[in-house]
């Protein structure tokens, strides 16, 4: 089993910049596909950021292109989101997604992912 802890939350401005981090542990291994998806009150769960179980690829929604960027630390089984130049719009509660295997693709759909975390909170003010 592996636990996925989200952290780096919180309420800024439009234009401001948050970074969320992700802590795996339990039977951890770096070779896992990592993903963050985003879901806001009344809209479905939807694709943020994927990165290959290398983080040789990544893969972004059309939305936060040019804005976020998906990188990992292998040696400390932590995955990040920089978001920079928030939006109202990008308020959600984010969640970070763990493979159980690894896969040469980059995973965008959430049911390709086994584990999850329990979300962390961003609020964007205008």
């Known amino acids: 089993q592996v636990q996925l802890v989200e952290s780096g939350g919180g309420l800024v401005q439009a234009g401001g910049s948050l970074r969320l981090s992700c802590a795996a542990s339990?039977?951890?291994?770096?070779?896992?596909?990592m993903g963050w998806f985003r879901q806001a009150p009344g809209k479905e769960r939807e694709f943020v950021a994927a990165?290959?179980?290398?983080?040789?690829?990544?893969r972004y929604a059309d939305s936060v292109k040019g804005r976020f960027t998906i990188s990992r630390d292998s040696a400390k089984n932590t995955v990040f989101l920089q978001m920079n130049n928030l939006r109202p719009e990008d308020s959600a509660v984010y969640y970070c997604?763990?493979?159980?295997?690894?896969?040469?693709?980059?995973?965008?759909?959430?049911?390709?992912?086994?584990?999850w975390g329990q979300g962390t909170q961003v609020a964007v003010s205008s």
């Open positions: 990165t290959s179980w290398s983080g040789g690829s990544t």
């Open positions: 339990g039977r951890t291994s770096s070779s896992r596909n």
């Open positions: 997604a763990a493979t159980r295997v690894q896969t040469t693709r980059v995973l965008v759909i959430g049911t390709d992912y086994d584990y």
